[in-house]
């Protein structure tokens, strides 16, 4: 686990085991990292994240186009476990009075859910 700050993410070997991905994009100093997959379905994920700005992003694209993406600051956390039998990633940001929950599968078919819950009235 990469510890920046308070933002905590996979080491790249961490990814690579658990997901079989290498980044496909990665500033190290300047703590930002990029991997991809595109699933058999024809949709491909971006998740890119930087330690140091504390942000975490996923995009989403069918047939080259953007369906999706989701930008979030805040970030505090993103890890490797394990849900419904498979190995995903699961990510935390606070920002504003709001916590927002990621959760990132690669395999079998590429999924990105997120949550936000607002903490401040």
């Excluded at 686990?1 to 300047?30: R, T, Y």
């Excluded at 186009?65 to 394990?82: D, M, N, P, Y």
Aim: hydrophobic share 40%.
């Amino acid at each position: 686990m990469i510890h920046k700050g308070v933002f905590e993410v996979p080491e790249v070997w961490q990814m690579l085991e658990a997901f079989g991905i290498e980044p496909v994009d990665a500033s190290p100093e300047d703590g930002y990292w990029c991997y991809e997959v595109k699933d058999e379905s024809g949709v491909t994920l971006r998740l890119s994240f930087n330690v140091f700005e504390r942000s975490l992003q996923t995009a989403m694209y069918l047939g080259g186009h953007e369906i999706a993406t989701i930008c979030q600051e805040g970030a505090e956390w993103l890890r490797v476990e394990a849900a419904g039998g498979r190995k995903v990633l699961h990510g935390a940001c606070r920002f504003q009075g709001a916590i927002s929950q990621v959760q990132i599968a690669f395999e079998p078919t590429a999924s990105v859910q997120w949550s936000t819950l607002l903490t401040d009235a």
